[in-house]
């Protein structure tokens, strides 16, 4: 139950939640809870800081919140599909979610058709970085991950594959930044 709840909420439960949840005392639960950091199994350094010693390291819930893509930009809506446990040591702390990759526009930089994207939810992007964005007024062009590109007043987003056009625009919104990709083999 503690790493489970410390999964869901990003810090662990209360000795009333435990109790409540397992249908015992507070003071049975303290008791335990005493036990299993003696004996090495949880780690308790102050108030809702239990951790699992053996077993499960560090994760955050990131949410999968659709498809984007890699190719010509499609209109894009949040909707949580479902969320994954990513190891923080993997991703580190910070807002992030998950897209699947739709397309091949990016395959010179190894996203393929079916990949799923971490992206670091963030509006801002440094010239060559990949993000999901959207361009033009009122996303006439969609939702793409591409390379950004800003030249004064006029932004870029370049595709990684020369079949396709980049586009630009003097409007872009950006939605997150990629840090990582996962693929299925």
């Known amino acids: 139950f ?19 949840k397992v249908g015992v005392s507070r003071p049975t639960v303290h008791r335990y809870v005493v036990k299993l950091c003696e004996d090495g199994i949880l780690n308790r350094s102050g108030y809702r800081s239990l951790t699992s010693v053996k077993g499960k390291a560090p994760v955050k819930r990131v949410p999968v919140v659709g498809e984007i893509a890699c190719g010509v930009p499609m209109l894009a809506e949040e909707n949580i599909e479902e969320y994954m446990s990513l190891p ?39 010239n060559g970085d ?4 959207s361009i033009g007024e009122d996303e006439e062009f969609g939702i793409t991950l591409k ?8 932004y870029e987003l370049r595709p990684a594959n020369p079949a396709y056009r980049s586009l630009i625009s003097t409007h872009c919104d950006i939605h997150g930044k990629l840090i990582m990709i996962i693929r299925n083999y």
């Open 2 to 20: 503690i790493c489970d709840y410390t999964d869901l909420n990003g810090y662990s439960p209360t000795m009333q939640e435990i109790a409540d």
């Open 88 to 126: 923080t040591s993997l991703i580190g702390n910070g807002d992030f979610f998950l897209l699947h990759a739709s397309g091949d526009s990016m395959i010179e930089v190894g996203i393929n058709d079916g990949d799923l994207a971490i992206l670091f939810k963030t509006k801002i992007a440094e």
């Open 130 to 133: 990949i993000v999901a964005a």
């Open 147 to 154: 390379h950004f590109y800003r030249n004064a007043d006029r």
